[in-house]
């Protein structure tokens, strides 16, 4: 079974650009979360979706976004990128609750 | 605010050593402990923890869940240098639908 992608892995932007990633999670998996790790905050949680719907949200501004497709593959979108939006961006995905997860490689933003 | 502290941050050892590796966490809706091992990029799962004193285990990495005294732990005996990772604890909040992370344990182990 093939495990969880993320594209792109790599990503450099200026301060003020938009960025879209995305995550395709592992094969029969509906649920899908996305996480922001910074070496001074650890793993932060995002957004989860299933089933197209955001089910639940961490504490971040409303420039991170994002959806899920019916095919349960997942976009995460930032606007009006800042320095501090740098970060290694996981995508976790689960058959139905968000415990057991299967995180993607990760995609490294930095933000210059 | 759910709440989970890893101890120790950091641990270096040489390769044979037993290492135990501490979480401790504030709940209010508890569904299940987690552990993963981060090496270079993403967390793989290790376990899954839902029920005090039953020990879960897999080759030399083994882990129980005290939920009256709100931790666990992590064991890894006759450690190799392929241990070395960050070992995170994470916790799974049913009503908030969704997991908190400790800060991890940063494993290294010696030749």
């Known amino acids: 079974k093939a495990g969880v992608t993320q594209t792109p892995r790599y990503l450099i932007k200026t301060r003020g650009q938009q960025v879209t990633l995305s995550c395709s999670p592992i094969?029969?998996?509906?649920?899908v979360s996305w996480y922001q790790q910074t070496p001074g905050q650890g793993l932060q949680f995002l957004f989860e979706y299933f089933s197209e719907t955001q089910r639940n949200k961490g504490n971040f501004p409303g420039r991170f976004s994002g959806r899920q497709f019916s095919n349960s593959r997942s976009e995460m979108n930032v606007s009006t990128l800042e320095l501090g939006d740098s970060a290694l961006y996981l995508c976790?995905?689960?058959?139905?609750?968000?415990?057991?997860?299967?995180f993607g490689p990760g995609t490294r933003l930095t933000v210059t | 605010e759910d709440k989970v502290v890893q101890s120790p941050l950091s641990l270096v050892v040489h390769e044979g050593d037993t290492v135990t590796l501490n979480c401790s966490y504030e709940?209010?809706?508890?569904?299940?402990l987690l552990w993963y091992k981060q090496e270079k990029k993403a967390p793989t799962f290790l376990f899954m923890l839902?029920?005090?004193?039953i020990e879960k285990k897999s080759g030399r990495l083994s882990s129980i869940l005290d939920k009256k005294e709100l931790f666990s732990i992590l064991n890894i005996t006759a450690t190799q240098t392929g241990d070395s990772a960050i070992y995170l604890c994470a916790l799974y909040n049913t009503n908030a639908g969704k997991s908190t992370f400790g800060d991890g344990t940063t494993l290294t182990v010696k030749p």
């Open positions: 094969s029969g998996h509906r649920s």
């Open positions: 709940v209010t809706n508890f569904r299940s």
């Open positions: 976790a995905s689960s058959l139905a609750e968000p415990y057991e997860q299967y």
């Open positions: 839902t029920s005090s004193g």
